[in-house]
Each structure stands twice: as structure tokens, then as C-alpha cells.
């Protein structure tokens, strides 16, 4: 008998061989610290790890050393405004004493400008010499010259004659040097000066 012979004499199962037996795949166990599925009330966070408790507190203390420098910061900020602020003050008050003397000392230069009735007219006709050649006079601030009177304005803008003057006074300035369009000084001024009139305007 050969081998074929032999492999011939087994038993036939149903015209192929038989499966294996079913074997259930093995579960997978969810990684360790995640939760595959929260239930409201049910589900409670875990307590931290020593290095999660660790890592919190050197957060925490970083964030309190931050915040220290921060406040120093802006203490020593502050500090060196009210510094800057007196200085400054002090600088201010030192700068105005010598502005206000050298105001004082320094006349002011203020233009009169000769008018008739808020009109700008020539120069001449405020001087007293000229008004007294001419039979006028002077009274009060003004210089009559043949039924017309004149009287300076000070420290407006220069006017062309014919116009009519703005802003200024028909008050002399105590203290400035005034003089007219023609370079006439009107008054001297000046630290200590008695202003002196030359015309009836001042």
C-alpha cells in the first residue's frame, strides 16, 4: 500500500477542512488618566499628582514674584514723576522770578499810533509842538488842533491811515517805551522809570 493509498482511507469531513475555534479579540484598556465618558454628578476629577501640585505652586509663586516687580516698578516710577514734578516746579518758579524781573527790567516796546475819532491819522497831528504851531493845545490825553481832536492808541495793530483801529487801548502802558510809525518816542519806559510824556497822549 502506498502513502497516497493511505491518505486516501481517511474520512472525508464535508469536502474541506474545519475552522478554528472563535477566539474573542482581548479588550483594550483606556489609557491611564483619560475618561472615555463624563457623567454630570457621577464622574469626580482626580486628585493631582505630587508634580502637578508641585508644577502649580512654582506657577503661582513665579506669577506672585512677577506681580511684587511689577508694583515695585511702578512705585519707583511714581516716586520719580513727583520727583520730576517738583524739580520741574521749582524750575518753573525759578524760570518765572526771572522772567517777571526781566519783564520789569526790560521795558516793553508798544507802537501808539495817532487817530481821530478811532481813525488812524498822521503822526503829527498827536504832537504837542506841532499842534501848538498850528494854535492847537493839549488837555486831558488829547491834542486839539482847529476844532478836531486827536489822541494816541496804543498797542494795537499797526493800521494803515484812513483805517479804523482794533484791539489796543487809549490807555499808555506804565512802564514801556511807546513810540509812533515816524520813530517819534512817545515814552520812556523802563526797571525804575517814570514814563515822561513829549505828547498830551500819555
Not at 482626580?46 to 511689577?70: D, H, I, S
Amino acid at each position: 500500500m502506498t502513502e497516497n493509498d493511505a491518505g486516501n482511507n481517511q474520512p472525508e469531513t464535508g469536502g474541506g477542512t474545519t475552522p478554528p475555534p472563535y477566539v474573542p479579540a482581548p479588550q483594550q484598556q483606556p489609557a491611564r488618566g483619560k475618561i472615555r465618558r463624563q457623567e454630570s454628578g457621577v464622574t469626580k476629577p482626580r486628585p493631582p499628582t505630587l508634580a502637578e501640585q508641585r508644577a502649580r505652586e512654582q506657577a503661582l509663586r513665579e506669577q506672585e514674584q512677577q506681580r511684587a516687580a511689577l508694583e515695585a516698578e511702578q512705585a519707583r516710577k511714581a516716586k520719580l514723576r513727583k520727583r520730576l514734578l517738583i524739580g520741574g516746579g521749582v524750575t518753573v518758579g525759578v524760570v518765572g522770578v526771572v522772567a517777571i524781573w526781566y519783564a520789569v527790567a526790560s521795558p516793553d516796546e508798544v507802537e501808539a499810533q495817532c487817530t481821530r475819532d478811532d481813525v488812524v491819522v498822521e503822526d503829527q497831528y498827536c504832537d504837542e509842538n506841532y499842534a501848538r504851531s498850528h494854535g492847537g493845545y493839549s488837555s486831558g490825553g488829547f491834542i486839539y488842533i482847529g476844532g478836531s481832536s486827536y489822541r494816541y492808541h496804543y498797542g494795537g495793530p499797526s493800521t494803515p491811515v484812513g483805517q479804523k483801529v482794533t484791539g489796543g487801548s487809549y490807555t499808555a502802558p506804565k512802564g514801556a517805551t511807546i513810540t509812533t510809525k515816524s520813530g517819534t518816542t512817545v515814552q520812556r519806559g523802563g526797571f525804575g522809570v517814570s514814563g515822561g510824556s513829549k505828547s498830551g497822549g500819555s
